[in-house]
């Protein structure tokens, strides 16, 4: 089976009690789309989890962009982490030799931005944030369709920061199509309605649950979306 998870934010324990529920395999596959750390305590055991298990693949999030320009020392984020959900990563971190370091800075920058794959004929693109609109292009001759994998590329190559970040698939018009149905992570569902959980449309699926919303609400939930089956498996997080 192929499962994907979303904005897990250093909640390693329950990321855990969730992969048990579902009864994870070394045969499945798990895709992680992003923002694995921050917010929560247990940060670097997720990135080691995921660097460890050879059927998991983590697609970068803004959250491990921020932890990888830390550790190339850009002024900006050594100056801002914190206060953007780092405080509990950089508690970690910092106690660790340069060495190890090191090889954190090495696998956050050999993240890819987004993966695509065909699941039971539907063709899927997985990706944290979803579209930037400012680079809406190429787009298909034969149905005006945007090739969404090509233009996440474009982006990415022009403005990591600004892709990793945008909103922009949540905002744009109905009239907007892409060559693949997206599934992302990165905003909120809780910012859609009251009761949160995984969010449909027919264009994408936003499987962040807001497990570390900064707004409280019994609604927040860390989610796994099966691609087969369309089964989804809550797991709470306090
Ligand atoms: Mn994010």
Not at 64 to 84: A, I, N, S, T
Request: glycine residues 8%.
């Amino acid at each position: 089976m192929v499962y994907l998870i979303s904005d897990v934010h250093g909640h390693y324990d329950e990321f855990m009690r969730l992969l048990r529920k579902i009864k994870f395999r070394k045969t499945d596959r798990l895709y992680l789309l992003g923002d694995m750390v921050d917010r929560g305590r247990q940060n670097l055991s997720m990135l080691d989890f995921c660097r460890r298990e050879a059927n998991v693949t983590l697609l970068k999030g803004n959250h491990e962009l921020f932890m990888q320009r830390y550790l190339e020392g850009d002024p900006l984020v050594k100056e801002k982490w914190g206060f953007w959900g780092g405080s509990t990563t950089l508690r970690e971190l910092e106690p660790l030799p340069w060495e190890k370091k090191e090889e954190y800075l090495r696998y956050l920058q050999s993240l890819a931005h987004g993966r695509a794959l065909e699941v039971n004929g539907t063709r899927y693109f997985l990706t944290h944030s979803g579209f930037s609109a400012d680079i809406a292009e190429p787009v298909r001759a034969e149905d005006g369709r945007i090739d969404i994998e090509a233009s996440v590329q474009r982006f990415v190559e022009k403005d990591e920061w600004a892709y990793l970040c945008s909103d922009d698939l949540h905002l744009i018009p109905a009239s907007v199509r892409f060559d693949r149905y997206i599934i992302c992570g990165h905003y909120p569902t809780l910012e859609y309605r009251e009761e949160g959980g995984v969010y449909v449309t027919s264009r994408f699926t936003d499987i962040d649950c807001g497990c570390a919303w900064k707004v409280r609400s019994p609604h927040r939930r860390m989610a796994c979306l099966c691609l087969e089956t369309g089964t989804v498996t809550y797991q709470r997080v306090e």
